[in-house]
């Protein structure tokens, strides 16, 4: 039940931190008056930050300074694409071998 409210409570405040990143100037966010705004500890600015870095949204500018990087965080979709892509791309190597080999074998004969 108190994970449920920490989880709920980290997406509104997760929500509340991307308005402001997005309303920064330049993208450019400081901590210390994000975690002002949004009337939490530091900590949890810290909690989300993590997130949003490890998936590439955010990249550290300097001290309690992280820039937004809008769009640079591949969607699901965007790795199903990549998925697709790949598995074509055996494919086509698969039949390009395989009429390599038949070429070679009709100019033995």
């Known amino acids: 039940s ?3 409210r920490f989880d709920n409570s980290l ?3 997760t929500k509340k931190f991307k308005a402001l990143m997005e309303a920064a100037p330049d993208g450019i966010l400081d901590l210390n008056l994000a975690s002002q705004k949004l009337d939490v500890a530091k900590r949890r600015i810290y ?3 993590n997130v949003l870095e ?4 955010i990249e550290k500018q300097a001290k309690n300074h992280i820039k937004y990087k809008p769009g640079a965080a591949a969607t699901s979709r965007d790795l199903q694409d990549v998925s697709k892509i790949r598995q074509e791309n055996e494919m086509l190597l698969k039949e390009e071998q ?3 080999a038949a070429r070679a074998t009709m100019h033995e004969a």
Request: with cysteine.
């Open 2 to 4: 108190s994970a449920c």
């Open 11 to 13: 997406g509104e405040l």
């Open 47 to 49: 909690d989300i930050t």
């Open 54 to 57: 490890g998936i590439g949204l």
């Open 98 to 100: 395989a009429l390599l």
